[in-house]
């Protein structure tokens, strides 16, 4: 499985962004897919994700300011960054989960910076 990112780049606080990963490969609807981000020196942590289940889930941080969305018929999932602040500015990294009987596999796209200005 392949994770091709795109989107992100430079905005002033109060804009907008969106990022898009298409999926190549063997990736459904009953597996997660979703947006991690990671800051120098810190842990990359979950901004959003759709589940299996289609459940959605948010970083407290940033609800209501994004929404994740998805297209299983694409294998693609996007997330919508609005009302941006310079604490989103981070590497953000196109993420899916695979779930098997007692484990799980993750895959991640390369990567792409988002900058949000002051």
């Known amino acids: 499985v392949q994770l091709q990112a795109s989107g992100g780049g430079l905005a002033q606080a109060g804009g907008s962004l969106r990022l898009s990963c298409t999926a190549r490969g063997s990736i459904f609807s009953s597996n997660d897919m979703g947006w991690y981000r990671q800051t120098p020196g810190k842990e990359r942590d979950l901004v959003a994700e759709v589940t299996g289940d289609g459940d959605t889930n948010y970083a407290d941080s940033v609800k209501g300011r994004f929404a994740i969305s998805r297209d299983n018929a694409k294998g693609a999932v996007h997330l919508q960054m609005s009302n941006l602040k310079p604490e989103d500015t981070a590497v953000y990294y196109c993420?899916?989960?695979?779930?098997?009987?007692?484990?799980?596999?993750?895959?991640w796209g390369q990567g792409t910076q988002v900058t949000v200005s002051s």
């Open positions: 993420h899916a989960r695979k779930r098997y009987i007692g484990r799980t596999v993750d895959y």
